[in-house]
Every structure is written in structure tokens, then in C-alpha cells.
């Protein structure tokens, strides 16, 4: 199996897990001449894509190639919809490459309907996030959960631009009134370490960075989680967690991942994609606006 990412942080994560079988690779540029190279090369038995990594040029090369295109767990918002709508000749040869479809909702389901995707080539929804709860490393787990008290812990989650400088505001309050407050912000790019540090530093809050092995303390009382691939231990060492992408446009991401470690669920007002789920999660959670 070849896996693609679009990023070297997620290569290496892919390569990290070193299952047998499974190589890595960085995913090719959305260009033809790019693409026919790239099949020639890998010869795929077929195309998986997973949720919503849809390129135009990509389906259509596998398409030519004859090269069979899944897609599991397809997730479109409304607004996605629209937009598909309203380029109905980039839209008919992407939904024409797909030979089946497993949408992640019926929302979703509906949307490729409407954007042409045969009935006949449409599979039971299958929500990847909500049948799987990824494994807590136990060793690490141990070893970290000294350093927090977890009632007194919050996970801010996959954080978008925007998002971080309330997050550290509504902290360092309650830092001040309780100094065994502890905060891990995991940002949804790792990339974005340096801008985040920043930002903890101007909040007047110490700060210790997970990809230098550092741990918090009394003047740390923020951790940097800017690896890939932790956010399992995450959501075990935290009571509570903020679902990031949430105060800004961007959908919100899944509250599956903190539900399954038993974290409460604290999210903003835009959890768009995922509308039909959230009020049932609200009795136990909580919601800010």
C-alpha cells in the first residue's frame, strides 16, 4: 500500500508507524503531465481517498488510466455544494471518476447526490473518526500524567489562526486564580510553532515545546504540542478540550477523538460540519458563544 500525504510532517508520521507493506510518499502536484508520470510510476490497483482530498486533475488521470477511485467517508458541506454548483463542468468529471462513495453523513450523502453521483455508486455512510478510537501510548501516558491534574487541564485542539489568542486570554485567568492549571495547545499545523510561541510568550504565560522534549512546571504551565501524531495522549492527559476550527470558518473538527477519552467537549459557534451531531452531544458537553 502507498500512502500520499501532502505534507512532510504527515510523511513522517505515516513513516513512523512502520507497518509492513505500507510506504510513504508525498503526494503528487494536481498537474496532468505530473500525474501521468507519477501512475506510470506507482501503478495503482486503485485510488482511496479519504474524506474530502478532492483534486480534479488527480480523479481525472485515474479516470484516463482506468484506475478505479474509492472515497471513504466523504465529507461536503453545503457550502462546498454550492460552490461545485456552480462549476458544473470541473464537477461532472470528478463525480464521474468515482466508482463508489461512502459519504460520512446523510447531509453529505445528499450533496453528492445533487452534484451527480449515481445512487448505484453510493455505499452505507461511514464515519471514519466515530468507529475507531486510536490507541493512548500507556508508557507515555504514565510518565506525563504526574505533571497534570486532570480536572484542571485543557486541551485547545486543533487551533486555527484566530483562534489561539482567546484561548490564551480565557487561560491566563484562570492561571492567575489557580497555578495548577495546566494548557495544551495543539495547533492544527505544526507549522505554525514559532507564531504560537509568540503568542503564549505575549499572553504572559510560560511555555514548555513538545518537539524539544520539554515538559511544563509551575512557570510553564503551557505545553506546545507541535508534533504530529499525539493527539490520542492529548485528549487522555486533559478533562477538558476545545474543539478548534470552531471560533473561526473553518467547519470545527471531530468531537469523536476527545468524547472517546472521556474529555468534556467545549466548542465555538461554527461547528458546521457536523450539524445533526452536535445537539446530541451538548447534554454533555458545553458550548460557547
Sequence with gaps: MLVTANTLTARQMVEGWALPGVTAALAPLDHRLVLRRFLARARPAALVVVENEFWPNRLAACAQAG?????????????S????????????????????LSAQDAASEAH????????ARIGPALNLKAGLAPAVPAAELR???PLFDRPRTLLAASTHPGEEAP????????WQADPAR???LAPRHPRRAAE????????????ARRSLAEVPGPQTPVLLADTMGEMPLWYALAGVTFVGGSLVDKGGHTPFEPAAQDSAIVHGPIPATRPRLMPRWRPRGLRCR
Excluded at 478505479?68 to 466523504?74: F, K, R
Excluded at 453528492?112 to 445512487?119: M, S
Excluded at 504560537?196 to 511555555?207: K, N, P, S
Aim: charged share 15%; no cysteine; aromatic share 4%.
Design 167 to 174: 484561548v490564551l486570554e480565557a487561560f491566563a485567568q484562570l
Design 81 to 100: 455544494a454550492r460552490r461545485w454548483a456552480r462549476l458544473p463542468s470541473l464537477a461532472r468529471p470528478l463525480v464521474g471518476a468515482i466508482h463508489l
Design 182 to 184: 495546566r494548557l495544551i
Design 196 to 207: 504560537v510561541a509568540t503568542q503564549i510568550t505575549a499572553a504572559g504565560l510560560g511555555l
Design 143 to 145: 510518565r506525563l500524567a
Design 67 to 79: 484506475i478505479p477511485v474509492l472515497v471513504v467517508g466523504a465529507r461536503m458541506s453545503a457550502r
Design 112 to 119: 453528492f447526490r445533487q452534484l451527480g453521483v449515481p445512487a
